[in-house]
């Protein structure tokens, strides 16, 4: 039987800290979140590799070295809200209301969402929640937020999304060169900032991701980056 506790402490020393994780607050919040809970039972003596972790309907869990070098990079503060786009069934989302002031989960799946709250309950995440909306646009309703997480790869960053950043905000995200013609998968990932002052968007790439695609995000006219 797989020692959970170990298996996450593990994760945390042999590979986050070895890649650049340095944050207290991100390696007090990965060695406190039980990832396995958030993997259907099956998989759950895989919660800890060292790789995006399928959990059903064509989704996954992002790797969490990528996940905690882009959470590291966000910068989020103990006032932050938070929109963590393609939450699946909370664990990011259970990380980040470890740092953030609020964060709301955003996924497609009515099943997922349903299952995000249940855990984000059992994880005392009275500062988090989950819920059912179109991914590629955001949730308005809410916003703007500080930071806006990107659960997966993407063509492009629709700018319905920049609106919904405040002033200083950052979006996350592990953004794919297109290859026409190609399948999703197909390109170099790069996990990317984007960070709005005063009204304007700028970029920067932070590293190489290969992370699976999030589904609804192709490049289409008028999308940016």
Same mark, same amino acid.
Do not use: W
């Given at each position: 039987m797989t020692n959970f506790a170990i298996a996450r402490r593990n994760m945390v020393e042999s590979q986050l800290r070895t890649n650049k994780l340095t944050?207290?607050?991100?390696?007090?919040?990965?060695?406190?979140?039980?990832?396995?809970?958030?993997?259907?039972?099956?998989?759950?003596?895989?919660?800890y590799i060292d790789e995006d972790l399928a959990i059903g309907d064509? !989704?996954?869990?992002?790797?969490?070295?990528?996940?905690? !070098?882009?959470?590291?990079?966000?910068?989020?503060?103990?006032?932050?809200?938070?929109?963590?786009?393609?939450?699946?069934?909370?664990?990011?989302?259970?990380?980040?209301?470890?740092?953030a002031a609020s964060v709301l989960g955003l996924d497609e799946n009515p099943d997922f969402v349903e299952?995000?709250?249940?855990?984000?309950?059992?994880q005392g995440a009275d500062n988090a929640a989950a819920v059912d909306g179109v991914m590629v646009e955001g949730y308005p309703q809410q916003g703007p937020y500080?930071?806006?997480?990107?659960?997966?790869?993407?063509?492009?960053?629709?700018?319905?999304?920049?609106?919904?950043?405040?002033?200083?905000?950052?979006?996350?995200?592990?953004? !794919?060169?297109?290859?026409?013609?190609?399948?999703?998968?197909?390109?170099?990932?790069?996990?990317?900032?984007?960070t709005k002052t005063d009204g304007v968007v700028s970029h920067r790439v932070l590293f190489d991701a290969a992370t699976p695609p999030l589904p609804g995000f192709a490049r289409e006219p008028g999308f940016a980056f």
């Open positions: 944050s207290p607050a991100l390696i007090e919040a990965f060695s406190a979140v039980p990832r396995e809970a958030f993997v259907p039972k099956p998989y759950r003596g895989l919660a064509g !989704r996954y869990l992002m790797e969490p070295v990528v996940l905690a !070098r882009l959470l590291q990079e966000a910068q989020i503060a103990m006032d932050d809200m938070v929109l963590d786009i393609g939450c699946a069934t909370g664990y990011s989302t259970a990380i980040i209301a470890r740092l299952e995000a709250n249940r855990l984000l309950t059992d500080d930071v806006i997480v990107l659960n997966g790869t993407v063509e492009a960053v629709p700018p319905a999304l920049l609106a919904q950043l405040n002033d200083g905000g950052r979006l996350l995200a592990v953004i !794919r060169d297109t290859v026409p013609g190609a399948s999703p998968e197909a390109g170099i990932g790069h996990a990317t900032i984007l």
